[in-house]
């Protein structure tokens, strides 16, 4: 594997930085639901890539219509080896069933399109990049970063709207306008509804939305103009139930369906560390992990959430798929 990971990261340095242009359109296909990985790992926070093919199965046998590598994926406490060596194995276990989008954002415009460059050798059908988490960046700069990736290669980007990295409506209309590769956008800043429908006005067909934010508007957002999901992936099979009652215009059935698993939704909506050990403590309930821990440093719940987590998930049914 290091062998390989060497010799793909050799081809994406020498990708010439003139080869900006002439790419084939985005595939502007993706819909549906785009989980979010977990991360698994062990209690010395190494990765277990055994527990990751695993977890790819499960999204799978899930339903979903793709797989997402990102935050929630703990992807901001990978080092450049690792992040290839997870991508890698996602999309080999993954083998053309499904389609992958790795985060690539980044601090610089030029890590971010080094990123984007090597995802793309490594498998990835697109990637997702939110503005440079820089107090105070001004718009005109956050643009010109969007645009200078989006020369840099053929695959799709999803623009990733969120709290402290906001991405305005105008702004994803007009960067959906200016490049044909800035075709998708995360809509996370909350509330979502109000700002799919302001961006769906504005953007019109050039910009495909998705969802986030573990679900909270998860129906809203389907009303509102959303084409996907890309939630956490410890209740998949229950958002493709969800999203498949929708399409068949059963909205009643739809929200009946989502909101009767909410008690369990709102638990692993917690703040960011413990979001992960109770996100994967389900996984390992459902049969998917071997063991639960996020890289540390990381808030472990207390003994009366995982006690509540028992009672939700064994009054809601939620068993292995």
């Known amino acids: 594997m290091k062998k390989l990971i060497t010799g793909l990261r050799h081809q994406v340095t020498s990708v010439s930085n003139s080869i900006i242009r002439g790419f084939s359109m985005a595939d502007r296909s ?52 690792e992040r290839d060596e997870v991508l890698s194995a996602v999309v080999d276990q993954a083998n053309g069933r499904i389609k992958v989008v790795m985060n690539t954002g980044a601090p610089s415009t030029v890590q971010t399109i080094h990123y984007t460059r090597a995802a793309k050798v490594l498998g990835a059908d697109a990637v997702m990049i939110a503005p440079p988490g820089i107090a105070g960046i001004p718009t005109p700069l956050v643009r010109q970063h969007f645009l200078e990736v989006a ?103 739809a929200e009946s369906l989502w909101n009767h698993y909410q008690p369990l939704v709102k638990h692993y909506t917690l703040a960011e560390g413990q979001l992960y050990w109770i996100a994967k403590e389900i996984l390992r309930r459902r049969e998917v992990f071997t063991e639960a821990y996020p890289r540390m440093p990381a808030v472990k719940p207390d003994a009366g959430l995982y006690r509540e987590l028992d009672s939700l998930m064994e009054r809601l049914g939620v068993a292995p798929i």
Request: charged letters at 20%; glycine letters at 12%; aromatic letters at 10%.
């Open 30 to 81: 993706f819909s549906g639901g785009f989980p979010i990985l977990q991360m698994p790992f062990n209690e010395a926070g190494q990765i277990l890539f055994e527990d990751l093919r695993a977890e790819v199965e499960y999204a799978i046998r899930g339903g979903v219509h793709g797989v997402g590598i990102a935050y929630g994926s703990e992807i901001n406490k990978l080092d450049d080896h």
């Open 151 to 253: 020369e840099s290669t053929e695959i799709p980007i999803y623009m990733q709207d969120m709290t402290g990295a906001g991405m305005p409506p105008a702004l994803l209309a007009d960067l959906s306008q200016a490049h044909e590769n800035l075709c998708y956008a995360k809509i996370e800043t909350l509330p979502t509804p109000n700002r799919f429908s302001e961006t769906a006005e504005l953007a019109g067909d050039r910009l495909s939305m998705f969802g986030g934010a573990n679900g909270v508007f998860f129906i809203e957002e389907l009303r509102h103009g959303s084409v996907g999901t890309m939630q956490g992936i410890a209740l998949c099979d229950i958002v493709r139930k969800t999203w498949d009652a929708f399409q068949a215009g059963d909205e009643i059935a």
